[in-house]
Nanobody, 129 residues
Framework: QVQLVESGGGLVQAGGSLRLSCAAS????????MGWFRQAPGKEREFVAA????????YYKDSVKGRFTISRDNAKNTVYLQMNSLKPEDTAVYYC??????????????????????WGQGTQVTVSS
């Protein structure tokens, strides 16, 4: 198993930046594919970004492409989400998630929250207009 702890959320004005971190403990971090998801009030949780175990492959929700960057440092057991040019519609609780790379994807690789096995507790991001 792996334990995930997010940090770095907060209140920022539109156009500002935040960097979220997700620290992992437990099994070797490099054995997990990682994702970031978010959930706004009254809405379903949605995919934001994902990164392969090596960091060589990344995926993004269309609306965050060019503004958000996912990265990982396997030596520090941490995955990051750099968020620039933030908009009020980015306001949500952001969660990181992990999926063992040895486990096959069930139906919808990378972008479905049902594919991930471990979750952090979330960190609030609020973007004011």
């Amino acid at each position: 198993q792996v334990q995930l702890v997010e940090s770095g959320g907060g209140l920022v004005q539109a156009g500002g930046s935040l960097r979220l971190s997700c620290a992992a403990s437990g099994r070797p971090f490099s054995s997990y594919n990682m994702g970031w998801f978010r959930q706004a009030p009254g809405k379903e949780r949605e995919f934001v970004a994902a990164i392969s175990r090596s960091g060589g492959t990344t995926y993004y929700k269309d609306s965050v492409k060019g503004r958000f960057t996912i990265s990982r440092d396997n030596a520090k057991n941490t995955v990051y989400l750099q968020m620039n040019s933030l908009k009020p519609e980015d306001t949500a609780v952001y969660y990181c998630a992990a999926k063992p790379a040895a486990n096959a994807w069930r139906r919808t690789p990378w972008v479905s929250d049902g594919e991930y096995d471990y979750w952090g507790q979330g960190t609030q991001v609020t973007v004011s207009s």
